[in-house]
Structures are given as structure tokens and as C-alpha cells.
């Protein structure tokens, strides 16, 4: 883990193809913490596409014990055996391998490799953990058959699973058992995966649409049977979808998921062998939120979907990561869109995913960690998974749809796995593929892998009274020195009666009475003229977000505020109440930090815009909620040169204090109107209405006055699910109001349920009212541990991501406490410190007092012994 020479940056240009290729896999466990000796048969020829003759397998953690080749034992100079290597030179055309390791799951706390959690046996081997538990050519271009035996006592780990199909089990001697596993596809090693550990299952027999029967299982530990309900149905519905929406079939006769309480991010695709994260299995009403819920059901699609996309095509090296990951979250994003059903569903779905790369993408892009979808270089593969190459992987792909048609996208898909199933490829076939489908150049589109940053698309627009003209004219700019993109913008045209026109676009093929038209923006600049238009529109540009760009236009209020009421695009007209605010906000924040936070005002004009969609009962209330909730801090941090996080916290406080204050009694309406009575159900409308009346209650806290915190704290004595239940919490105590008790009794009746002491501390660590000195209290906790990424996250990252006005406490003591646990938490969990490294990303765009603290603090992380992990984060910082 330690690196002992500075880091290495490994690039995209330098692939080479392996010397050798991996035929088939024979692994023997015997499992024990301490000490598992690993058996591994393996069977390798010459690469014909490669160069050479050296076997080049990688290694690290691991112990050797032996090592024979074509059933010759090596000795010490046979072979040269580095920190991370073990090289054979000159080895024959056809080898058999058999190497004996040992290693210590018990020790090892980075939850990469084979690891010990609550006492049970896990793997986690994506991207290079394979390595942790056997020597073996880890990369993703060697595919191999897999058979997997697994030896262990039989008391203590009952459940013996592996990939694919279970061939044998029986008893052993000493107390022990044993599972014999074989895959019948080709997998690179990342897609390994055991368990062996003492757990229960919830599993069903299902129909697939050829009619063949398949085992569904879902393991967690003894007294958690009851909230696994949500995450079965959720991978019945995956399976259905992805027969039904990609003609594509669960190829293995049996699909396990496994729920593990340590684990560094959300799941793992293995092959029939999903590990999950908790947060994403377990739910049940009493303990599970609507987005807890949603989670779980886009998590197990997500991993479920990943069998053709990633799995079966998998990548031919790391750089290619979104050639899976962003592919897998868009059709994860579609699955959850489908699940919904209805349009304005979808498009609170779509508002979802904007949100997300405002607050978390556009900033990764604007700063050092700021990497192309398909990066061309990292130091460590971990720092990686990262919002671009999940998030706006997932928009490179949706824009193939957007400029395809549904129907030519799915033509591209099957082209995709009629070339390239059981292969290892790259971003490239991906696109040739979608290309060639449907008789397109696609070559252009190729800059939305090779290029970082977000292109900023400007607008402008005249309009022709006497030709009837009205012309858009785009132009784009992403960073100095490149090319233009190519970007799908989709555009509408409003009328004064705020109906759509229909639209006739010059030089343009399109159906006639189209009120939505996908313009494709290739050039620098570019006029877009549409003819026969009686009045002066209202432009609605990048309609449904078409692409993942920033896009520039002067809108008048009074054109915004069209939109706001008429757009019949939800997207933009979210979009434009967004705008609307962040006007606002980003004027009462240049007030604050000049002159204080006495006299703020904000203009009737928008509150009574909030005040038209708040009451507006024909619209959905999922949407409502989404159009009434303020941009973020952190995503009004965005928009400044020099941020000022106090002064935006005070503005924004100011805001949601004078809208809660003057539109109390429309508030208190909505809260009553909408109730959920009855049994809860996490369905989407439910949800919805539940958002919409706990985004109420806190704008009624944001000034609350007894009758509300009254209203609040009988919300939390009777509320029957913990949407109801945490949302009144959080409101109490994020108002600031005593809430010592609340707290208390939240704690005592979840004690025992750890993804809920979870949310305990997560609420706690982000109320503006926490400052660093109560979260260091909060540490002393007998619950808090660092050793747990979900405990971890939930307490400090909370803190440093989202509580921003203390954390960037003009003292710099939190800078400090960053420091501090970044270099603890390296020292257990490389992974997880480098994520908590990430809160400093943006550290040159504070005040120049700030930013010295923040430097200081990064300087003193850097000075110390770390791994590749927090270093890569650090040095880019600093550069
Ligand atoms: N492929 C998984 C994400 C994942 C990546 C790395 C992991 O451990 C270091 C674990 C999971 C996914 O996209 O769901
Ligand atoms: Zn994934």
C-alpha cells in the first residue's frame, strides 16, 4: 500500500497487449482470516497480437509459496519477484502456472482484495484488486474461465458462493466444507468475486422471457430478512427491462446479490456475484427513505445491466472505464425513468441527474482532479471513479440517443454486441459501432472522450418581424486550444400564450408541427433560421438538458418567468426558476459580503413565481418540489470568481427565511394537502408528495415559530416511515432549535441499525449550526468508527462536502481536522482518505485568508509518507 518511490503516471498511449492470454482459472481457498492459502492453476499461451515472451503477472500483499511452471518447481532465480511484479522470462509458448500465496484478510483494511467484514469473508477486485489475493495478469484485456474451490469451517461460514453455477458441495474433515464454483463465460480478473460467511438468503425461482428458469438470490445477515423485499423486486424489474428495452437476457442460471456492511462504494458487478453495499440492499419502511429506496432500485439495476455492459463486453484497459460505467448509468437512469412511467416522472428524473453535475461534475471539471471521460493518464486507477466518468459518461451516451432517435441508438446497441461480445474494447468500437448502425459520421463526437471541461454554449437570437424570421445563433467554447464538440441542442419555441409553436427549421429535415427540434451545433458558430414565425418567441434552448454544456443567454425576468409558467419542457422549466433564483442569490451574496446582512430584500416578482408553482395542483409534486428548492450552495459557489461561503450561506438563508415567512399559509396548505395516510409505499407518487410536503416543513423552519416546530416534532412522534421521520428531524435541528432530545430518541430506537445511526450523525455533521468542534465530539462517539467507509462518510464527509459555511470557518480549523483525517484514514483506507482529499479540490477560488489556510493544510498532508491513492489527489491540487 505504502510507496516507497514516488508515484508512476500510467498513459492511455502506452498500451501494449498482454505477451500472454489466460485460458482457464483453477483457484483453491482455504479461508481463513489470518492466514488463506490461495491455490491458483493457471493455464496461458502466447498472444499471436503480442510481442514477446515474458509472463508478467502482478501481486501485492501476498506471500509466495511456491511456484511451478509446466509442473517444474522455480526457484529464486527462475523468476524476479518486485513489490508489485512477478516475471518469467523467456517463458515457452504454452504454460501452466501453479502458484501457491498466502495472505491476511484479517489485516486487511482497505477493503481491496479478499477481506474480512463482521467476521465474514468478502472480495472487492475491481480495478486491481485481484492482485491482493493471487499473482495473475490484473487487466481487463485477459479474460479467463474461472473455477473456484472454497474450503472453510463450516460453522463459522456456512454460505460458500462464488461465480456462476454451484457444481459441487460436501463436508470435509476438521469441521470444515466445501463449494466447488464454475463460471461458463470468459471474465477479466476484476469481475472475481467470493463469499464465505454466515448469512441468510431471501431468493425465488423467476421466469426469463425465453422460458428458462433462473435462481434469484439476495444474502444479508440473520435479522435483516425483512427489508430485502425492495431490492428483490428491484432485480426482477431490472431483468424485465433489459429483456424488454435491449433484447437482452440473463445468461447464467442463478444471480446472487450479497450485502456487506464495509465496502468502498456502492457495488460490485461481479460476475452472478453482486456485493452491494448495505445502503443499497437493505430497506425496509421503517428504516429506508424514498431516496434510500430509489437508490436501491437504480443500484441493482445499475449492477444487474452491467452483465452485458461491462461484463460480457468488458474494457480493454482502465482508460475505457465509461465505455462501462457510463453506458451502465445511462441505461440505469432509463430503467428508473421506465420504472416511473409518466413524463413529468422522467423529467424529475432528468432534473435529478442535472442537479447531480452541477453540484458534483462541472466542479471536478473546473478544477485539478479535472480528467476527459476517457482519461489519458492517472496515477492510480481508484481516483477515477469519478462523477465525469460515470455522470457525464452517461450524458455522452444519452447524447448518441438524443442524435439517433431511441430506435437508431438500440440498432447501435445490438451492432455493439453483435461485434464485441466476449471481447475486451474501447470507447472508440462503442461509437463505431453506433455509427455504423445508422450510416453516420460520428467522427467529431470522438472529442467528447479526448476533451476535459465543460463547453460553454452561448445563445443569441434575433427575430424578423416583416420575413417572419428568427434565427438562433450557437456558438461554444470548452478550454483554450480545443476543438469543437459536437452538441445536440434541443430548441422550442414559445408563444405569447406560452403553447409551443410549431417549428420550421431552414435547411432543416424534420416532421411537420414538430415542436421540439434537435439542432446540432459542430462549429464554432452557427445560425439557425426558423421560418415562418408570426410573433417574437420565447426561446427554450437545451431542452430536456440535451448535453451536458453551460449555457449562456440573457433572459429578461420576464422571459424566464414564461418559462417558469409555460415551458411544456419540464427540464427548462425548472431551469428557468432556477435561473430566476440564482440571479437573485448571487446578488444578495455580493450584497452580504459588502455590506452586511441587515436590509435584504427579495422582489415580490419571485415570490410570486414560487408562490404560482407551490399552489399550482395540476403539476406534479415531485416537480414542484424540485422547482421551489434553491441551488445549492455549493453550485452558487460555482457561479462566483472569488467564493465567499458565508456570505453565500447567509444569502441563501435569507432567501428560504423570507420565502418560508411570507408564503407560510400556501406552505401549511401544500404540508396537509400533501399527506400520504395508509400504508407507505415508496412508489414515485407517494414519494413525490412526501418530498413536496417535507421541503414545506423546512422552509416553515426556516423561520419557524412554535405553531411550526410544534408541527415538526408531532411530524417525528407519529410518523410511520423514516422519510416522515428523519425529514423532521433534520428540519429541527437544521433550524437551529433545540433538538437534544430529538435526537436522543432518534438515536435509541435505531441503535441497532447501522445504516440509520448513519443518517443520525450524517444530519448532525451537515447543519449549518455544526461546527468542527461537534463533529471532533461527535468522533468520540462509541458508534463512530473510521474503519467503516459508510461511518466514515457519513459523519466527516457530511461535514466537509456538505456544510460549507463551516467548514470553510475563517479560523481554518476545519481545514486542520481535513488534514488530520485524511492522513488517519490513509493509513486504513487509501481509497476512501483520497475521496476526503477531494473536499479541497476547489481551494483556489476562496478569499485570499482562506486560501492560505486551505493551501497550509494540503501542504501538510503532502509532507507526509502517503499512498498513490491521496498522493495523486494532493500533488494535482498543489500543481
Ligand atoms: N464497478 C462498480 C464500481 C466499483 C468500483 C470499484 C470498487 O472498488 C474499488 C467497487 C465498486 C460499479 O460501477 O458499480
Ligand atoms: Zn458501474
Not at 399527506?675 to 407507505?680: A, D, F, I, N, W
Request: hydrophobic share 40%.
Amino acid at each position: 500500500m505504502r510507496t516507497d518511490s514516488s508515484p508512476t503516471t500510467i498513459y492511455r498511449k502506452d498500451y501494449t497487449p498482454p505477451a500472454y492470454l489466460v485460458d482457464t482459472v483453477e483457484l483453491g481457498f482455504d479461508l481463513a482470516p489470518a492466514s488463506t492459502v490461495v491455490a491458483n492453476r493457471i493455464t496461458l499461451r502466447r498472444n499471436p497480437d503480442a510481442a514477446g515472451s515474458d509472463i508478467v503477472l502482478h501481486g501485492e500483499e501476498i506471500e509466495l509459496v511456491q511456484l511451478r511452471l509446466n509442473g517444474q518447481l522455480l526457484g529464486e532465480g527462475d523468476y524476479e519477484l518486485s513489490a508489485a511484479t512477478l516475471t518469467i522470462r523467456n517463458a515457452p509458448a504454452e504454460v501452466v502456472l501453479e502458484i501457491e500465496t498466502v495472505c491476511a484478510p484479517v489485516e486487511n483494511t482497505s477493503l481491496s482484495g479478499l477481506y474480512v467484514s463482521n467476521g465474514n469473508f468478502f472480495t472487492q477486485c475491481e480495478a486491481e484488486g485481484f492482485r491482493r489475493i493471487t499473482f495473475f495478469p490484473d487487466r481487463p484485456d485477459v479474460m479467463a474461465k474461472y473455477t473456484v474451490m472454497l474450503r472453510a469451517n463450516k460453522e463459522q461460514y456456512p454460505v460458500l458462493l462464488s461465480n456462476g453455477n454451484l457444481i459441487e458441495q460436501g463436508d470435509l474433515d476438521d469441521g470444515r466444507h466445501y463449494a466447488k464454483w464454475e463460471d461458463p463465460f470468459k471474465k477479466p480478473s476484476y469481475l472475481f468475486a467470493l463469499v464465505a460467511a454466515k448469512l441468510v438468503c431471501q431468493e425465488e425461482q423467476f421466469k426469463l422471457a425465453d422460458g428458462r428458469d433462473v435462481l434469484l438470490q439476495v444474502w444479508v445477515e440473520d435479522g435483516n430478512l425483512d427489508k430485502t423485499d425492495y431490492a428483490m423486486q428491484s432485480l426482477k424489474n431490472s431483468i424485465r427491462w433489459d429483456e424488454e428495452r435491449f433484447g437482452l437476457e440473463l445468461d447464467l442460471d442463478r444471480f446472487m446479490i450479497v450485502a456487506v456492511g464495509d465496502f468502498n462504494m456502492g457495488a460490485m458487478e461481479n460476475k452472478g456475484l453482486n456485493i452491494f453495499n448495505t445502503k443499497f440492499v437493505l430497506a425496509n419502511p421503517r428504516t429506508a427513505t424514498d431516496i434510500d429506496f430509489a437508490g436501491i432500485e437504480a443500484v441493482v439495476g445499475h449492477e444487474y445491466f452491467h452483465n452485458w455492459t461491462g461484463n460480457r463486453v468488458t474494457c480493454r484497459d482502465w482508460f475505457q472505464l465509461s465505455l462501462k460505467e457510463g453506458l451502465t448509468v445511462f441505461r440505469d437512469q432509463e430503467f428508473s425513468a421506465d420504472m416511473i412511467g409518466t413524463d413529468t416522472g422522467r423529467a424529475v428524473t432528468r432534473i435529478d441527474q442535472v442537479r447531480t453535475l452541477r453540484q458534483a461534475q462541472f466542479p471536478e471539471d473546473a478544477g485539478p482532479m479535472s480528467h476527459p471521460v476517457r482519461p489519458d493518464s492517472f496515477v492510480e486507477i481508484n481516483n477515477f471513479y469519478t462523477v465525469t466518468v460515470y455522470e457525464k459518461g452517461a450524458e455522452v451516451v444519452r447524447m448518441y440517443q438524443t442524435l439517433l432517435g431511441r430506435d437508431g441508438f438500440r440498432k447501435g446497441m445490438d451492432l455493439y454486441f453483435d461485434r464485441h461480445d466476449g471481447q475486451a474494447v474501447a470507447c472508440d468500437d462503442f461509437r463505431a459501432a453506433m455509427a455504423d448502425a445508422n450510416g453516420r459520421d460520428l467522427t467529431q463526437f470522438e472529442r467528447w472522450y479526448s476533451q476535459a471541461g465543460t463547453p460553454v454554449v452561448t445563445a443569441r437570437t434575433r427575430y424578423d418581424a416583416v420575413k417572419r424570421n428568427f434565427d438562433i445563433i450557437l456558438s461554444q467554447r470548452g478550454k483554450p486550444g480545443q476543438l469543437p464538440f459536437h452538441i445536440p441542442v434541443a430548441v422550442g419555441l414559445l408563444g405569447a400564450d406560452g403553447k409551443d409553436l410549431p417549428l420550421t427549421l431552414e435547411h432543416g429535415k424534420h416532421a411537420k408541427g414538430a415542436t421540439t427540434l434537435v439542432l446540432e451545433l459542430t462549429e464554432q458558430e452557427q445560425i439557425f433560421r426558423f421560418r415562418e414565425v408570426d410573433e417574437r418567441p420565447t426561446p427554450s434552448i437545451l431542452r430536456d438538458f440535451s448535453a451536458p454544456v453551460i449555457l449562456e443567454h440573457d433572459y429578461t425576468d420576464d422571459e424566464l418567468l414564461h418559462l417558469f409558467n409555460h415551458d411544456s419542457d419540464p427540464v427548462n422549466r425548472w431551469e428557468a426558476g432556477q435561473r430566476l433564483a440564482m440571479e437573485r442569490l448571487l446578488k444578495l451574496t455580493a450584497q452580504v459580503a459588502a455590506h452586511g446582512a441587515a436590509n435584504l430584500k427579495l422582489d415580490q416578482t419571485f415570490i410570486n413565481a414560487m408562490r404560482t408553482v407551490l399552489s399550482d395542483e395540476s403539476l406534479d409534486p415531485a416537480f414542484r418540489e424540485l422547482a421551489l428548492i434553491l441551488p445549492s450552495e455549493t453550485i452558487i459557489a460555482e457561479q462566483m470568481d472569488v467564493v465567499d461561503p458565508q456570505a453565500i450561506h447567509t444569502a441563501r438563508q435569507f432567501m428560504r427565511h423570507t420565502i418560508g415567512t411570507v408564503l407560510k399559509a400556501e406552505l401549511l396548505a401544500q404540508y396537509h394537502a400533501n399527506q400520504t395516510p395508509g400504508e407507505y409505499s415508496p412508489d414515485a407518487a407517494s414519494a413525490g408528495k412526501r418530498a413536496l410536503k417535507n421541503l414545506c416543513l423546512s422552509y416553515l423552519l426556516a423561520a419557524p415559530e412554535a405553531a411550526e416546530l410544534q408541527l415538526a416534532q408531532q411530524q417525528f412522534d407519529n410518523a410511520t416511515n423514516m422519510t416522515d421521520r428523519s425529514a423532521a428531524l433534520v428540519s429541527l435541528i437544521h433550524s437551529g432549535t433545540d433538538n437534544g432530545p430529538h435526537l436522543q430518541a432518534f438515536y435509541d430506537d435505531f441503535a441497532n441499525e447501522a445504516l440509520v445511526v448513519d443518517k443520525w450523525f450524517a444530519m448532525q455533521a451537515s447543519a449549518p449550526t455544526t461546527n468542527v468542534a461537534a463533529v471532533r465530539k461527535l468522533m468520540q462517539h462509541p458508534a463512530f468508527t473510521l474503519k467503516n467507509p459508510n461511518r466514515a462518510r457519513s459523519l466527516i464527509f457530511n461535514f466537509t462536502n456538505a456544510n460549507p459555511s463551516q467548514f470553510h470557518a475563517a479560523d481554518g480549523s476545519a481545514y486542520e481536522f481535513w488534514a488530520e483525517f485524511v492522513i488517519k484514514l490513509d493509513a486504513i483506507n487509501p481509497q476512501v482518505a483520497a475521496r476526503l482529499a477531494r473536499a479541497m479540490d476547489r481551494w483556489r477560488r476562496y478569499a485570499p485568508a482562506l486560501q492560505a489556510k486551505m493551501k497550509q493544510a494540503l501542504e501538510k498532508v503532502a509532507a507526509r509518507q502517503l499512498s498513490n491513492d491521496v498522493a495523486e489527489v494532493i500533488t494535482k491540487a498543489l500543481a
